[in-house]
């Protein structure tokens, strides 16, 4: 059974910086396109970031352009969201998400077939 692990999350400060880490456990599995969801209190999962099998392309939602960026190291199995500038409406649990089938970065949660537990990330004013 593929697992996601996720690690990097926490408290931090309006402006701050965090960095999300995660990395899949079974040596046998090749993730294709991976990505970060999140979700807020309240409110439906979101499209944060996605990374294209070689990285060679990327994909971000407006409200975290110019200020996230997502790397991965295949070697390793593992994406990485770099979170810059952070406000409170960062807010959120996230998700690392990847596919077998999908190679290119899409935002659309039906192309991931593995989730991640989630973590939390708070962002304070």
């Known amino acids: 059974?593929?697992?996601?692990v996720e690690s990097g999350g926490g408290v931090v400060q309006a402006g701050g910086s965090l960095r999300l880490s995660c990395a899949a456990s079974e040596r046998s599995f090749t993730p294709l396109a991976m990505a970060w969801f999140?979700?807020?209190p309240g409110k439906e999962i979101e499209s944060v970031a996605a990374i294209s099998w070689m990285g060679s392309n990327t994909y971000f939602a407006d409200s975290v352009k110019g200020r996230f960026t997502i790397s991965r190291d295949n070697d390793k199995k593992m994406v990485?969201?770099?979170m810059n500038s952070a406000n409170p409406e960062d807010t959120a649990i996230y998700y690392c998400a990847?596919?077998?089938t999908t190679s290119n970065a899409s935002g659309s949660s039906?192309?991931?077939g593995y989730w991640g537990q989630g973590i939390q990330?708070?962002?304070s004013s």
């Open 121 to 123: 990330v708070t962002v």
């Open 110 to 112: 039906r192309a991931y």
């Open 38 to 40: 999140r979700q807020a």
């Open 1 to 4: 059974q593929v697992q996601l």
């Open 98 to 100: 990847t596919s077998q």
């Open 80 to 82: 990485v969201l770099q």
